[in-house]
């Protein structure tokens, strides 16, 4: 009778160790649509750190889609962008769906932040 309670204690934890051990395995491993939505995140976070500096050296703000910079943004061409841009401000709206599951996410940042603020979830 010992016995048996011992197997069925032991039993459990090694239960318990493979849900633990297949949840790590499942929620440790990022999307391919998680991975693209990383990129834009920093990818913008990068673009309003280079207009800021920009900016700050020449008083204006310059088009990131404009060819004739030679930029060679390659994870752009994943997004549509809106871009408005004036001497003092700019905004830049994207809108891309990640996950191709036909939903349409627009994201958003200005000036004001590097933070990319999320204006529909795709």
């Given at each position: 009778m010992k016995n048996r309670k011992i197997f069925e204690c032991v039993e459990a934890f090694?239960?318990?160790?493979?849900?633990?051990?297949?949840?790590?395995?499942?929620?440790?491993?990022?999307?391919?649509?998680?991975?693209?939505?990383?990129?834009?995140k920093f990818g913008m976070e990068q673009l309003y750190l280079i207009e800021q500096r920009y900016y700050a050296a020449?008083?204006?703000?310059?088009?990131?889609?404009?060819?004739?910079?030679g930029l060679n943004w390659s994870w752009m061409d994943y997004h549509d962008w809106e871009i408005r841009l004036d001497d003092s401000l700019f905004w830049i709206v994207v809108s891309s769906?990640?996950?191709?599951?036909?939903?349409?996410?627009?994201?958003?940042?200005?000036?004001t932040s590097p933070?990319?603020?999320?204006?529909?979830?795709d």
């Open positions: 090694a239960l318990a160790i493979l849900l633990i051990y297949l949840g790590f395995q499942h929620f440790t491993v990022l999307s391919e649509s998680h991975i693209k939505q990383l990129h834009l020449y008083g204006t703000y310059f088009d990131p889609t404009d060819d004739s910079w769906d990640l996950n191709n599951d036909g939903r349409i996410g627009i994201w958003a940042m200005d000036q933070v990319l603020i999320s204006l529909s979830d």
